[in-house]
C-alpha cells in the first residue's frame, strides 16, 4: 500500500492524529494509579467561579482516553442532549454550507487541528502533572 509507506506532511492531519493517539497512550502508560488524579484541580481554572465548574485531572484522564478510542475506531457516539443544544449552530452553518462548501471544509479543518492541538498539550501536561504527584522530576 502506497499510503503506508509515504511520509506524512508535519502539518497533516493524519499526523496530528497519530501524535495525539501516541500521547494518549503514553499518559496511560505513565499513569498507573488514576485515582491519584481525583479532586486536583485543573491548572488552567485559576478562578473560583471556573474552579466549580471544571473538571478534575481524573476526569479530564477519562475525556482524553474516550476521545483516542472514538478517534481510533471512528466510531462517534449519539449524544441527543449535545445535538439539541448544538442545533441552533448547525442551522447558522448551514446557509455557509450551502454557499461555500470548500469554506465550510477548512473552517472545519482549522478546527479539528486546533482541538487536537490543545488536546495533546492537556494530555502532556496531565502526564507532567502526575510524575509531579508522585515525585518523579521530567
Known amino acids: ?77 449519539h449524544d441527543d442532549s449535545k445535538a439539541i443544544k448544538n442545533a441552533a449552530l448547525h442551522k447558522s452553518l448551514e446557509t455557509l454550507l450551502e454557499a461555500d462548501q470548500e469554506a465550510f471544509f477548512y473552517f472545519h479543518l482549522r478546527g479539528l487541528f486546533s482541538v487536537m492541538g490543545n488536546l495533546t498539550k492537556m494530555s502532556q501536561n496531565l502526564t507532567g502533572k502526575y510524575l509531579e504527584i508522585i515525585g518523579i522530576d521530567q
Request: some cysteine; overall charge negative.
Open 1 to 77: 500500500m502506497q499510503y503506508a509507506e509515504t511520509r506524512l506532511n508535519k502539518n497533516s492531519l493524519l499526523l496530528a492524529l497519530k501524535r495525539y493517539s501516541s500521547v494518549v497512550n503514553n499518559m496511560e502508560q505513565t499513569i498507573l494509579l488514576p485515582s491519584l488524579l481525583r479532586d486536583v484541580p485543573r491548572e488552567d481554572a485559576a478562578d473560583c467561579e471556573a474552579a466549580e465548574n471544571s473538571m478534575d485531572l481524573y476526569e479530564c484522564y477519562h475525556l482524553l482516553k474516550v476521545i483516542r478510542n472514538t478517534v481510533e475506531s471512528g466510531l462517534v457516539p
